[in-house]
């Protein structure tokens, strides 16, 4: 019934107005999957290769779509994401492009779904797969790769950790995004909106730690529940190898590795931090494994560059105790497969998943339900824009029809 008869692959723009990798995936009895591929800013040097759309598609049409048509059954994940391997021949997707690759897998998955008649989250993760939701990170402040004369840190993300639902964490993240936004004016802070709908204010990263932390118990009060905060430093993209130092830019302060770590270990005392996404390089795992042995029994260390949704990495910093989460991005990996296979292997060994978007994104809602199939603790998709609220409202969505 799954069997595959035909796979359409077109390029759509993306949030940024770039184009990018969708695909159709249609089956021998009528099933219809379509997915597309998100593009990130701050990649990682260790991603699976994102090649321009148009040579992308080119090359899945060539090598891939001949070996899944006819050949491959959608309901069989494992199988379509095999030979999205074979097809390709290489270890990181460089030949048929990893956005041509998570774009046939996720349209793959939910051809499946849709034959199953089945929410694409119990086709991928079990009729048990509903009870449980992530809580959504969403950033209020950014700046970084995602936006010009901003903060250093790429983002401040508000944490609903008390949040009774999914649906009372998805808009208190907004009503945050809405308090910066009242904070900035009283301060004559203008700021437009960075990659990722987040408010980017020209200010340093001290006064975006006043202003965020207000905001975050302004809303908490109002709401009723605990609201806390925390970080991506994208500190891969702050990074100067040569003379191995982070460099703040706008601050204008360089730090060591010794001071990086001192400073963000205070940073999460300071402010009760209950997220640090890659605060160090993506290259230095025994620097994670020290801030993480300083503060990981009290806050999410999160490896995404670091650990680029790949196992192999991902096993190396289980080994040597570097970071205590680890983010999951199918594109950074090329298939849902892979991406399952992270979350597994990091539930297995104590690391909280933090199934993510990217900065460049489309409507797509697949990590939605990855998040819901996998009882992911954590999901970051922004806190408001269209190409963010398609994620949180299919999380409302998808609790709403489980109870
Ligand atoms: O660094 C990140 O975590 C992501 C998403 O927030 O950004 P990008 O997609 O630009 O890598
Ligand atoms: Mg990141």
New binding site residues.
């Given amino acids: 019934m799954t069997l595959i008869t035909d796979v359409r692959l077109r390029r759509i723009l993306d949030s940024r107005g770039n184009p990018t990798v969708e695909a159709d995936v249609l089956t021998e009895s009528g099933g219809f999957g379509r997915a597309a591929a998100?593009?990130?800013?701050?990649?990682?040097e260790y991603e699976a290769v994102e090649r321009p759309p148009t040579e992308a598609i080119a090359a899945a049409r060539e090598h891939a779509v001949p070996r899944l048509v006819g050949e491959a059954y959608a309901g069989n994940q494992r199988e379509v994401d095999a030979i999205l391997h074979a097809a390709d021949g290489t270890d990181d997707f460089s030949e048929i492009g990893a956005n041509s690759a998570v774009a046939i897998s996720m349209a793959a998955a939910k051809a499946g779904a849709d034959v199953l008649g089945a929410p694409l989250f119990q086709h991928l993760g079990g009729t048990f797969r509903g009870e449980n939701f992530p809580i959504p990170l969403g950033?209020v402040v950014?700046g970084?790769?995602?936006a010009a004369d901003a903060t250093d840190i790429?983002?401040f993300l508000a944490a609903p950790v008390g949040a009774p639902s999914v649906e009372d964490a998805v808009f208190a993240n907004a009503a945050v995004h809405a308090a910066v936004a009242d904070l900035l004016e009283e301060r004559d802070e203008p700021a437009g909106k960075g990659?990722?709908g987040a408010w980017a204010p020209s200010i340093d990263d001290g006064e975006a730690f006043e202003i965020v932390d207000e905001a975050v118990s302004m809303v908490a009060d109002e709401v009723g529940f605990e609201i806390g905060f925390g970080l991506?430093v994208?500190a891969a993209e702050m990074y100067d190898a040569d003379s191995e130092t982070y460099e703040y830019e706008s601050a204008g302060t360089s730090r060591d590795t010794d001071e990086q770590i001192d400073y963000i270990a205070d940073l999460v005392d300071e402010y009760d931090l209950v997220y640090v996404?890659?605060p160090l390089d993506e290259n230095d795992y025994d620097a994670f494994a020290d801030l993480t042995d300083r503060v990981g029994d009290r806050t999410l260390i999160c490896g995404?560059?670091l650990f680029v949704t790949n196992t192999d990495r991902l096993v190396e910093g289980i080994d040597l105790g570097a970071a205590n989460s680890i983010?999951i991005?199918p594109n950074?990996i090329g298939t849902l497969t892979d991406a399952f296979d992270a979350i597994e292997l990091a539930t297995k060994n104590g690391y909280d998943s933090v199934v993510?978007?990217?900065?460049?994104?489309t409507e797509d809602t697949t990590i939605a339900h990855l998040a819901v199939a996998t009882d992911a603790p954590f999901i970051?998709t922004?806190a408001v824009g269209g190409e963010r609220t398609a994620k949180l409202n299919e999380l409302v969505r998808i609790a709403d029809d489980a109870t």
């Fill in positions: 998100p593009s990130g800013a701050s990649t990682g950033n950014g970084g790769e995602h790429q983002e990659d990722e991506d994208a996404e890659d995404d560059d983010l991005k950074q993510s978007h990217r900065s460049g994104e970051k922004g």
